[in-house]
């Protein structure tokens, strides 16, 4: 597995990281925790160095299967975890008080079974809690060695600024992919002057780009997707045409269209690195072999044509998740 750092912070990882979510939260059923172990064992043992959760996925529950699972290999590995949100809960709003922060660092140090946490996010700005204060509280807690680099998600040029200036900013951490490249309009610009890390959640566009989802998938009442704008069944029967053009391009090159999506994001910057999620072997081996996959320029053109030439439906969010984001 090649590797990259995150901007100017020296944060070395794998060039693809794994998103865990899935494997206890959000999409529904999850599969058994050993299960879980296994799975991510298996990217360990295929060359993955950096493991996405949060103590909201669960709740708690990720955490714990991290840390059962990655105990073997804590100093292989480089684990990212967030704090931001009032007892864990996103339906409850957020809490960045600079002692929620401290609070959430210790019990995630407990849950994940560490000395030390090596990418913190806040996982949303709290408009409530001056950023300045975030990113001191991190500060304190980084000068403490509980954790090693500080992170933001979601945020926007401003907050990345004024964090950036209290604390460095090791990485950004935001949706990113072929259909949803909001990040492109101010966020990139700002991380490359900054010298900061971006790391795309979703860059699969949670399952679709992969092409196993159509308009006839039925989403368990516990999937979140089943609540998002574009997941519902007209989104997705016109949506399907990206992943139609994105597929005639990965068959030219003997590749699968998720290979092609993870491909095209490491083709844009050096310092972007994804973290696809899955629950499955065979989806990791996929996944995993999109690092080796080298764009031509002619297929980047090719891909920025169909881009330009097909519109996306559906807001990525519904309203109530929508607010939480702020930029």
């Known amino acids: 597995m090649q590797t990259r750092i995150l901007g100017n912070s020296g944060l070395r990882v794998s060039a693809l990281g794994l998103g865990c979510m899935g494997l206890s939260h959000a999409y529904g059923t999850a599969p058994q925790v050993s299960d879980g172990v296994a799975l991510l064992h298996a990217a360990v043992e295929r060359g993955v160095t950096f493991f996405d959760t949060a ?40 809490d960045s008080r600079p002692e929620n922060i401290r609070a959430v660092c210790e019990a995630s140090l407990q849950r994940l079974r560490t000395d030390r946490i090596d990418l913190f996010y806040q996982h949303r700005v709290d408009p409530n809690v001056p950023i300045e204060d975030v990113a001191g509280t991190v500060k304190d807690l980084i000068g403490e060695g509980k954790v090693k680099h500080f992170g933001l998600s979601e945020a ?85 045409a990206l992943v139609e053009a994105i597929g005639a391009i990965a068959a030219a090159r003997q590749a699968t269209p998720a290979q092609v999506a993870l491909a095209w994001l490491l083709a844009r910057k050096p310092w972007i690195v994804p973290i696809p999620g899955t629950t499955k072997l065979h989806r990791l081996e996929e996944n995993l072999a999109a690092a080796e996959l080298t764009l031509h320029e002619a297929d980047l053109q090719q891909i920025a044509a169909a881009l330009d030439g097909i519109a996306i439906v559906g807001d990525r969010y519904n309203a109530e998740r929508q607010k939480q984001v702020t930029r």
């Open 55 to 94: 103590e909201v996925y669960g709740p708690f529950r990720n955490e714990e299967l991290l840390g059962k699972a990655l105990a073997p290999y804590r100093d292989q590995v480089v684990i990212a975890t967030k704090f931001g949100f009032k007892e864990a809960n996103a339906d409850l709003g957020l």
């Open 156 to 240: 926007g040029e401003t907050s990345i600024r004024r964090a950036h200036a209290v604390q460095p900013v090791a990485a950004l951490q935001s949706e990113y992919s072929l259909w949803w490249r909001e990040p492109e309009q101010s966020v990139l610009p700002v991380l490359e002057e900054l010298g900061i890390g971006f790391v795309p959640f979703s860059p699969l566009g949670r399952g679709f780009l992969t092409g196993a989802i159509t308009a006839d998938t039925e989403f368990a009442p516990t999937d979140f997707r089943s609540s998002l704008p574009r997941f519902a069944v007209e989104a997705r029967r016109a949506n399907q």
